[in-house]
């Protein structure tokens, strides 16, 4: 099926195609850098949670040592670093609550985490009280109930750490994804330049070879004018190049009509007007020598008179047709 497209369509298809799927191409490649740069954030967002339960895990274990470490040495700096770590734990729970926001499935686990934190606190606040009411040596039955009671409540804390992590690692990227999630970002790139770039040259090659092949039949066609040639046929279409031959085809026939009746003209000339006036001067000739009859002063000027007019005009006849003959 042929398109009669002008060239100004073709021109803009020519521009217009690779355009659009160019802003495809963009539009894919921003949606897939997108994703990669949602997903490395998740991943930093999952590693920041990963290390900061640690850090709530951490807290807990050094105020629990520092606490038993002032009972036995009743150090005040043991105590104030006891008090240090307990003060640390809000802080690292108000981040991770907000870090938790991209991480909505691991709030209940921070939950049960604040509960066992809680209770923790409570064991380690009631054991201070009670190695500032004592002696060194009630330490001993101290430590080992602190230890027991925090047992209860720092293993299903360190549970939920644990799952926290797993969950975190669940939904988070690793490296290998990130890096495999780049090939693709980078594989698209290139992809889709390749495929601009071949579309473009396959478009600009066949609307170049569909004009130039037209445009070598109009110059065919001058070149048969030329040599007085039968045209080629016209040219199939609507768009600019086959209006032009069509034109050029109406002005070839318009010439070649001209041509004809100039040529029915010298005929005309030839045959219609020379021959009767190389007759009319034969008997002219003959009518001043006297073959038909005497002539006085005044005809014989007048018949030399008629003769040299007649000469004159067969000799722009024959002027004529030589000027015809050298245009040939």
Known sequence: MRFNWKLSHKGIILV????????????????LLKHAEHKAWTSKKGKEIVVRVGNWSKHLIEAHVMLVNYGFMHDPAALLAYERR??????????????????????????????????????????????????????????RR?????????????????????????????DAEE???????????????????????????F??????????????NTIKMKERKPLSAPIAGTDEIAELDRVFHEMADALGRAERQKQDFVSMISHDLRSPLTALQTTLAMANKGSYGQLNDKGKKRIEAAEASVERLIKLINELLDIEKMEA
Request: proline content about 4%.
């Open 16 to 31: 217009s195609v690779p355009l659009v799927f160019e802003l495809i191409f963009v539009l894919a490649l921003a949606g």
């Open 86 to 143: 307990l003060a640390q734990i809000p802080e690292v729970e108000k981040k991770l609550r907000v870090l938790a926001e991209d991480f909505p499935q691991v709030v209940p686990n921070l939950d049960r985490m604040q509960e066992y934190n809680r209770r923790m606190v409570i064991i380690m606040e009631e054991s201070r009280h009670a190695i500032e009411g004592g002696g060194t040596m009630r330490m001993i039955p101290i430590a």
């Open 146 to 174: 602190i230890f027991v009671q925090m047992k209860t409540s720092y293993q299903p804390f360190m549970h939920e750490v644990e799952d926290i992590t797993q969950q975190v690692h669940k939904f988070s990227a690793s």
């Open 179 to 205: 890096k495999r999630t780049m090939d693709i970002v980078w594989a698209v790139l290139v992809a889709g330049i390749a495929f601009n770039i071949v579309l473009t040259i396959v478009l600009a090659i």
């Open 207 to 220: 609307f170049s070879k569909g004009i130039t092949s037209r445009l070598s039949v109009l110059v065919d």
